[in-house]
């Protein structure tokens, strides 16, 4: 998809589809839409006024052949409330125009980018949204299959706007969106295309295109790292299990700057292993390796933008598998930090691979760690869909990720992380057991991983039933949404 900028007056824009935001309330009177409703020759002003559109958030109006327009074809698209747009709002109303271009087959589109923002913000998320949009799931049906894809987004400013800082917001905006959609690819894989051994391909594939440096550890590597929480993990499968290691060359940094990882849980498919989950909805944990593909897709993001604090990145990958050889309740394994840990269900694994890899990170040198996971059914129970959970101890980055949901419009929601919660997984016979009761379980989950990060800083972002969305958005199609990219990379840059 072609994304460009251009100052100029949307009136005499030849294009496929031109979508212009309404806000709700908007005054008809307003120059805005006066200007509009004589473009369209009353259409625009009369669909509003009899309550035909209600420009309720990203509701969408389409006229045809729009009377002094040159383009083919109008559609209004519902901003929501005035006051209440931001950023992240533009991203989304950008979306809702490039998929109502896809279902009329509109191939160019031509977006007024409404609101004030800066031009370097604006064009930047626009040009995400419009990516975002763009993006299909359909990608193994092998009939009636139509390339709808958009080839060229136009973005328009009301703004005078300098043309550099429109150019940078959409290079920067590309690489974004690209690297959600590459997030996004990676969660509707079925699990048998991608392995964790996949997935160290795909992490591979990127050295050439991004410049990311990748290591791969091996399980031989593991067995003599004691990495044993990895393998116990992997021991159900056939597929070896992954350490994947992601730097960004030559950052810059003080010798006292610290060194932030992000750690992403990989599981390639979590069927429980031997404490195996029922049938219902388990073909969605494919997606079980939503964190580590938000951390891959986010490093090679960064890599191109160049992050203002040194950062790595590292996703343990295993497939979670019964199997005769398979880990079983309350077998004990000694975990990488040394401590042991009892493991009471099988289908606590994300735990156990994150145990080991945020004890690594530290041995590899990283001061702040930031962990990224499909953790526990019990976080969705506790927020449903809309946020994600953000525990930690490090509040200053747990406010900054509370305050950055305006922009990158992922919402994060934090729970309480009190000693108390500890004694819930104080185990008889090991260090620690690898679940607690049936109460506070995002909770208890998050305390589990504490005892691995000792007292580096730290947060944890739990994003299970944020990782695949069914119903699909007006402005998203259904499937793997890449949640947590953006905010990866927002804190970066
Ligand atoms: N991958 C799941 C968590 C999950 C649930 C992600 C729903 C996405 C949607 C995780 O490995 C898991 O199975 N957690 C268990 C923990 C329990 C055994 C303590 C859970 O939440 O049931
Ligand atoms: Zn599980
Ligand atoms: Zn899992």
Same mark, same amino acid.
């Given at each position: 998809?072609?994304?460009?900028?251009?100052?100029?007056?949307?009136?005499?824009?030849?294009?496929?589809?031109?979508?212009?935001?309404?806000?709700?309330?908007?005054?008809?009177?307003?120059?805005?839409?006066?200007?509009?409703?004589?473009?369209?020759?009353?259409?625009?002003?009369?669909?509003?006024?009899?309550?035909?559109?209600?420009? #309720?958030?990203? $509701?969408?109006?389409? =006229?045809?052949?729009? !009377?002094?327009?040159? /383009? %083919?074809? @109008?559609?209004?698209?519902? *901003?929501?409330?005035?006051?209440?747009?931001?950023?992240?709002?533009?991203?989304?109303?950008?979306?809702?125009?490039?998929?109502?271009?896809?279902?009329?087959?509109?191939?160019?589109?031509?977006?007024?980018?409404?609101?004030?923002?800066?031009?370097?913000?604006?064009?930047?998320?626009?040009?995400?949204?419009?990516?975002?949009?763009?993006?299909?799931?359909?990608?193994?049906?092998?009939?009636?299959?139509?390339?709808?894809?958009?080839?060229?987004?136009?973005?328009?400013?009301?703004?005078?706007?300098?043309?550099?800082?429109?150019? #940078?917001?959409? $290079?920067?905006?590309? =690489?974004?969106?690209? !690297?959600?959609?590459? /997030? %996004?690819? @990676?969660?509707?894989?079925? *699990?048998?295309?991608?392995?964790?051994?996949?997935?160290?391909?795909?992490?591979?594939?990127?050295?050439?295109?991004?410049?990311?440096?990748?290591?791969?550890?091996?399980?031989?590597?593991?067995?003599?790292?004691?990495?044993?929480?990895?393998?116990?993990?992997?021991?159900?499968?056939?597929?070896?299990?992954?350490?994947?290691?992601?730097?960004?060359?030559?950052?810059?940094?003080?010798?006292?700057?610290?060194?932030?990882?992000?750690?992403?849980?990989?599981?390639?498919?979590?069927?429980?292993?031997?404490?195996?989950?029922?049938? #219902?909805?388990?073909?969605?944990?494919?997606?079980?390796?939503?964190?580590?593909?938000?951390?891959?897709?986010?490093?090679?993001?960064? *890599?191109?933008?160049?992050?203002?604090?040194?950062?790595?990145?590292?996703?343990?990958?295993?497939?979670?598998?019964?199997?005769?050889?398979?880990?079983?309740?309350?077998?004990?394994?000694?975990?990488?930090?040394?401590?042991?840990?009892?493991?009471?269900?099988?289908?606590?694994?994300?735990?156990?691979?994150?145990?080991?890899?945020?004890?690594?990170?530290?041995?590899?040198?990283?001061?702040?760690?930031?962990?990224?996971?499909?953790?526990?059914?019990?976080?969705?129970?506790?927020?449903?869909?809309?946020?994600?959970?953000?525990?930690?101890?490090?509040?200053?980055?747990?406010?900054?990720?509370?305050?950055?949901?305006?922009?990158?419009?992922?919402?994060?929601?934090?729970?309480?992380?009190?000693?108390?919660?500890?004694?819930?997984?104080?185990?008889?016979?090991?260090?620690?057991?690898?679940?607690?009761?049936?109460?506070?379980?995002?909770?208890?989950?998050?305390?589990?991983?504490?005892?691995?990060?000792?007292?580096?800083?730290?947060?944890?972002?739990?994003?299970?039933?944020?990782?695949?969305?069914?119903?699909?958005?007006?402005?998203?199609?259904?499937?793997?949404?890449?949640?947590?990219?953006?905010?990866?990379?927002?804190?970066?840059?």
């Amino acid at each position: 998809m072609r994304i460009e900028f251009q100052a100029r007056n949307y009136t005499d824009l030849a294009c496929d589809l031109l979508a212009y935001p309404v806000f709700e309330n908007e005054a008809r009177e307003s120059p805005s839409l006066k200007a509009l409703d004589k473009a369209t020759r009353g259409v625009a002003g009369t669909v509003l006024s009899t309550g035909e559109f209600k420009p #309720e958030l990203h $509701r969408a109006c389409l =006229i045809h052949r729009p !009377a002094r327009l040159k /383009a %083919r074809r @109008l559609v209004l698209v519902g *901003a929501g409330k005035e006051p209440e747009f931001s950023l992240g709002r533009l991203r989304e109303v950008a979306g809702t125009a490039v998929r109502v271009a896809r279902q009329s087959r509109c191939k160019s589109v031509a977006l007024l980018m409404r609101g004030g923002f800066p031009a370097p913000e604006s064009t930047q998320v626009s040009a995400e949204g419009a990516l975002y949009g763009n993006y299909e799931s359909e990608i193994y049906k092998t009939r009636d299959i139509e390339t709808r894809d958009v080839e060229e987004v136009v973005l328009l400013s009301e703004r005078r706007t300098r043309r550099s800082d429109a150019g #940078e917001g959409i $290079r920067r905006g590309a =690489i974004v969106g690209n !690297a959600v959609n590459f /997030a %996004r690819t @990676l969660g509707n894989e079925p *699990a048998n295309v991608l392995t964790p051994s996949q997935l160290a391909e795909q992490a591979l594939s990127l050295v050439a295109r991004t410049g990311l440096e990748v290591q791969i550890l091996e399980r031989a590597d593991m067995e003599r790292l004691g990495m044993n929480t990895m393998l116990a993990v992997s021991r159900g499968s056939d597929q070896p299990p992954k350490l994947i290691i992601l730097r960004i060359p030559e950052q810059k940094s003080r010798k006292d700057a610290p060194l932030f990882a992000l750690v992403g849980k990989g599981v390639t498919f979590d069927s429980g292993g031997i404490s195996i989950k029922p049938m #219902e909805k388990m073909e969605d944990m494919k997606a079980d390796m939503a964190g580590g593909a938000a951390v891959l897709a986010a490093m090679s993001a960064l *890599a191109e933008l160049g992050p203002k604090h040194p950062v790595m990145g590292i996703i343990p990958s295993a497939e979670n598998l019964p199997g005769g050889k398979a880990t079983k309740p309350g077998d004990i394994v000694k975990s990488y930090a040394g401590k042991t840990i009892e493991i009471i269900s099988t289908d606590a694994e994300g735990r156990l691979l994150l145990a080991d890899a945020l004890a690594y990170a530290r041995t590899l040198g990283a001061t702040r760690l930031i962990d990224v996971a499909t953790l526990t059914g019990a976080c969705v129970v506790a927020l449903g869909h809309i946020y994600a959970g953000m525990m930690g101890t490090d509040q200053e980055i747990l406010e900054r990720l509370r305050c950055g949901s305006r922009i990158t419009g992922e919402r994060f929601w934090q729970l309480p992380l009190d000693d108390d919660y500890r004694k819930d997984i104080r185990s008889e016979i090991a260090d620690i057991k690898n679940v607690g009761n049936r109460w506070g379980g995002a909770i208890t989950a998050a305390k589990f991983l504490q005892e691995f990060v000792e007292n580096t800083p730290w947060v944890h972002l739990d994003i299970a039933g944020m990782d695949i969305d069914h119903d699909g958005r007006p402005y998203a199609a259904k499937g793997a949404t890449g949640f947590g990219v953006r905010t990866l990379i927002h804190l970066f840059t």
